[in-house]
């Protein structure tokens, strides 16, 4: 059973750009979280989605980020017109209900240059 | 809010030395309490958890005590070995009864670096 998924692992991009971080979760996982690590600092929860739906985007600045989690296919991070400040470890996790472990993947390391 | 403070890295050990890392984090009611480790290159694992108070996480030689009159979760080994090298992340998530959303959200501390030399 493959773990949690998470492409690319490294990501270059120039300001202005825009960044898409791709996560597969687990087989039998409907739930997606995504949570940010800035340097010198913890995980930090951005949104939380079930298929099709979002559930709680609270983490997530409220420009240029946006997720979604379609019927078929990878969970989308999508970061437009990046900045320096967003340059981080982008993780995913994924379970098969809302109370259950989490199980996270190897990240995406956005480098904004 | 919830919060997670652990001990700040890095922290080098020799093989076989005993190692403590200290968490405390601050929550409304009767959180669960995580370790999550990451070695190189890798995501986070779950290490081991507690979901009440006074229970003990164990794993792989790791142990935390969920203290709620200290609102810590200390980890420790008796002996480490040099492929505990890795980061050490102290979490928490709200009791599943809660609503807000701090029964699914995981709350981090900063991670601890943790080389053991042989």
């Known amino acids: 059973n493959a773990g949690v998924m998470q492409n690319p692992r490294h990501l270059v991009r120039r300001r202005g750009q825009e960044a898409r971080l791709r996560c597969s979760p687990m087989k039998g996982h409907s739930h997606v979280y995504w949570y940010r690590q800035l340097p010198e600092e913890g995980l930090k929860f951005m949104v939380y989605?079930?298929?099709?739906?979002?559930?709680?985007e609270s983490g997530m600045p409220k420009e240029r980020f946006s997720a979604e989690f379609p019927k078929e296919g990878p969970s989308i991070l999508r970061i437009q017109q990046v900045v320096r400040g967003d340059s981080a470890a982008y993780f995913c996790?994924?379970?098969?209900?809302?109370?259950?472990?989490?199980?996270f993947g190897p990240g995406t390391r956005l480098t904004v240059t | 809010g919830n919060s997670v403070t652990q001990m700040e890295g890095p922290v080098t050990l020799s093989e076989e030395a005993f190692l403590t890392i200290n968490c405390t984090y601050t929550?409304?009611?009767?959180?669960?309490l995580f370790w999550y480790v990451q070695y190189p290159g890798e995501g986070l694992q779950l290490l081991l958890k507690?979901?009440?108070?006074?229970d003990k996480g164990s794993n792989k030689g790791f142990e935390a005590t969920y203290r709620k009159e200290t609102t810590s979760f200390h980890l420790e080994k008796g002996s480490v070995q040099v492929s505990d090298s890795a980061v050490y992340f102290c979490a928490l998530r709200g009791p599943l009864r809660d609503s807000g959303g701090s029964n699914y959200k995981l709350t981090f501390g900063k991670g601890t670096l943790l080389t053991v030399n042989p």
């Open positions: 929550a409304t009611g009767y959180p669960s």
């Open positions: 989605l079930q298929k099709e739906n979002i559930i709680d």
């Open positions: 996790a994924s379970s098969p209900s809302g109370i259950h472990e989490q199980y």
């Open positions: 507690a979901t009440k108070a006074d």
